[in-house]
């Protein structure tokens, strides 16, 4: 059950960074889970693509940031 917890990031590994957002744009972010571990964690990858608000050209988004990372559970003290 991936909704019984409150979630918090825990790692990010293979940060990479492509393209700066400026005003008049959009992130648009895609979050794939690859992983579910036996904590509660999630490892994850997810990508950051760049679009112009509303660019109607269907041009393709480019890749802003991408990364692997770990959701965790918040730990309650």
Not at 67 to 77: K, L, Q, S
Request: proline share 4%; hydrophobic share 30%.
């Amino acid at each position: 059950d991936r909704s019984a917890s409150r979630l918090v990031l825990g790692e990010v590994r293979s940060l990479k960074y492509g393209n700066m957002i400026r005003p008049g744009e959009a992130l648009e972010i895609e979050v794939e889970l690859t992983k579910s571990l036996e904590d509660g964690s999630f490892q994850c990858k997810g990508t950051g693509r760049r679009r112009r608000i509303g660019d109607e050209s269907n041009a393709p988004a480019e890749t802003a940031v991408a990364g692997r990372f770990t959701m965790r559970p918040v730990r309650n003290a």
